[in-house]
């Protein structure tokens, strides 16, 4: 794990050289359509966000894209607008550091982003293995990862629930089959970032061995079809798994 000098107080583990080529890594998996907020946009904003697309944490990006932070649901639980406020007695605030102090009181009733979000960012890039994702994941007691490309921007996110995804249709694979895979999956995004009808894409979709895993709230049963047999046309799709769920 070492320090990044383009991103402020983050972190980046990156992924160790000694992985086998094959193995499956966090770009395979990551949902690349990401929501995130600035930093200088209002708190409550931010929580409508997190409520719109049923979320448990945003990261905070600066003009460039570059992650710089992360709220949370967990940022929001001690608001003085609902009464959780922390109130310490005088004892136990004699002993606490002012700075621990500072950044409870903030927490508790900043209005901006900038003022709630944590600037501790775990992190790693694109071709980090999944093994290494879940020891960052348990290591630092964290829900989700920020997965950053060679530049430093925000690439996409992997999650507890994408690395379940991935356990559940991963089949022992040869080192040849996750590189197809691979090719596969991007694709299949590609084409559904083109299409005006879906925002399926931002939702996560596995490819292993060849068979293309779909999961996920699909808005109608028009869509369902439509996704279906957009992924049924890539190229070296075997067959699909629908494991999509409506919501209409």
């Not at 007691?141 to 690439?155: Q, Y």
């Amino acid at each position: 794990m070492t320090s990044n000098p383009i991103i402020p107080h983050a972190f980046i583990f990156k992924e160790s050289s000694m992985k086998e080529e094959g193995s499956m890594k966090a770009k395979d998996v990551m949902v690349r359509d990401v929501v995130t907020v600035k930093s200088n946009c209002e708190a409550a904003d931010a929580i409508k966000l997190l409520v719109e697309h049923d979320i448990s944490a945003l990261p905070v990006v600066d003009e460039k894209g570059v992650v710089i932070g992360v709220i949370s649901e967990a940022d929001f639980i001690h608001r003085e607008e609902i009464g959780t406020d922390k109130h310490h007695p005088w004892w136990l605030e004699a002993l606490t550091p002012a700075s621990t102090l500072a950044g409870e009181f903030a927490k508790s009733y900043g209005r901006h982003v900038s003022e709630i979000m944590s600037t501790r960012v775990i992190s790693a890039l694109e071709d980090t293995p999944l093994d290494e994702i879940a020891t960052l994941l348990e290591k630092y007691r964290i829900k989700r990862v920020p997965i950053l490309g060679n530049d430093g921007k925000l690439a996409g996110i992997v999650s507890r629930s994408n690395l379940i995804q991935a356990l559940a249709s991963s089949p022992p694979r040869t080192n040849t089959s996750a590189a197809s895979d691979r090719q596969i999956r991007l694709e299949l995004l590609d084409r559904l970032g083109r299409q005006p009808w879906t925002d399926f894409g931002a939702r996560n979709i596995i490819v292993s061995e060849g068979v293309v895993h779909l999961w996920g709230l699909v808005s109608s049963e028009e869509e369902h079809k439509a996704l279906i047999a957009l992924a049924e046309g890539v190229p070296g799709v075997a067959r699909i798994s629908d494991e999509m769920f409506p919501s209409y």
